[in-house]
């Protein structure tokens, strides 16, 4: 098979159009996938192969897209060390003892993969011959995974997690270490099975300073991806209102870097060189606009994005409200792109 439209625009390969995908793109905006979650827990669906496939799927066959994103979520590695959580609808995922202690985090063991959570290299498997777009893997970044584990569930601020960073930084320090290599073996794990490319989802890292991020941070986020090397996929690095910190993310090691819509693909190109694909940023609040604003949004972003090394996306997840005829629209632009700038 030749290589995806996405690998090769990851890579910074010439390609005739930009690949698109959206972050969040199974989930709550489609009716088939609220069908299926009615009668099941987000967890169970994400453990069970055959459901996690056919929400893997939806988004697919419904727009058209260029990738698929394994249906999970960050947390569910950390279910596969042991940690007490769920999901609840609505919040996130909630915790039943948050780390704060050395005894809490050293509790925190490395993932086996093939024995805490086979049922997801089965689902990539079942994807790898069910699927005609190549698929991402993903797991959590070690900080927004932290941030989860110390504050106990979802926060606006990470504020008791920068309480530990400053409190008790060894202890922060080897926390990091530890999620850091439990994402590593479950990327592995589904680069194994067969996904073709990874995002590592540092969502939360926005609210720390650059010094913060380089002092505490990026060494564990540099391990993550070198442990992953070896593998030859394409791995990209994303997270929310990281304007001031996108050299000091490219310094970890990343093939791409996702954009938030606060910062401009060009800004970020001019930053960062050709030499770093960049992948974003169409606000994902345009998308519930009028189409027509919508559109002019869109192309606000195509016209800003360079030839090579760049992949359409949404600034951030697809809001729950949005319009599934919305995203369809969007792909049908994204794909109709560079012939109608050469027409
Ligand atoms: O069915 C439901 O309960 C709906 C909500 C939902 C869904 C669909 C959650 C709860 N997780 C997911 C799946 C999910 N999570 C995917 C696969 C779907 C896809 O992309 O197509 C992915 C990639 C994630 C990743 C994820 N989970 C992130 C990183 C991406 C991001 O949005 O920044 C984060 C931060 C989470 C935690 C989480 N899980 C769920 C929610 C509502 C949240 C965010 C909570 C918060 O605001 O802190």
Same mark, same amino acid.
């Given at each position: ?69 394994? /249906? ?65 893997? /993903?797991?959590?970044?070690? /900080? ?200």
């Amino acid at each position: 098979m030749s290589t995806p439209l996405l690998v090769r625009a990851l890579r910074g390969e010439p390609v005739e159009r930009p690949p698109v995908w959206f972050m969040r793109q199974a989930g709550r905006s489609l009716p088939e996938y609220r069908a299926l979650r009615s009668s099941r827990s987000l967890l169970q669906l994400a453990r069970a192969p055959e459901l996690t496939a056919e929400a893997t799927m939806q988004p697919v066959r419904r727009h058209g897209v260029d990738a698929a994103i394994l /249906f999970s979520d960050i947390v569910v590695p950390l279910v596969g060390v042991g940690v007490e959580l769920e999901i609840r609808p609505g919040l996130g995922p909630v915790i039943a003892k948050p780390i704060r202690t050395a005894s809490d985090v050293r509790r925190l063991r490395p993932l086996c993969p093939e024995e805490d959570l086979p049922e997801v290299a089965e689902a990539v498997g079942l994807l790898r011959t069910e699927l005609e777009v190549p698929l991402i893997g /993903f797991a959590g970044g070690p /900080f927004t995974l932290a941030s989860y584990l110390i504050e106990g569930g979802p926060s606006k601020t990470q504020a008791t997690t920068r309480a530990m960073m400053f409190g008790q930084p060894a202890l922060f320090c080897e926390l990091l270490e530890r999620l850091a290599g439990i994402a590593a073996a479950s990327l592995r794990a589904q680069v194994q099975a067969g996904a073709a490319a990874v995002q590592v989802f540092e969502s939360w890292i926005g609210s720390l300073s650059r010094p913060q991020y380089e002092q505490y941070v990026a060494g564990p986020t540099r391990a993550l991806f070198d442990q992953l090397t070896d593998l030859d996929v394409p791995r990209v690095l994303f997270g929310v209102g990281t304007g001031h910190l996108l050299e000091a993310m490219a310094a970890t090691g990343p093939d791409a870097i996702g954009l938030d819509w606060r910062t401009s693909v060009a800004d970020a190109r001019e930053r960062l060189g050709p030499g770093i694909a960049l992948q974003g940023n169409l606000d994902p609040a345009a998308l519930l606009a009028p189409w027509p604003v919508t559109e002019r949004e869109a192309r606000a972003v195509l016209v800003d994005a360079p030839e090579t090394g760049y992949i359409f996306n949404l600034g951030h997840g697809v809001l729950p409200s949005t319009p599934p005829e919305t995203l369809g629209r969007l792909v049908e632009l994204v794909h109709g792109h560079k012939l109608e700038a050469i027409a």
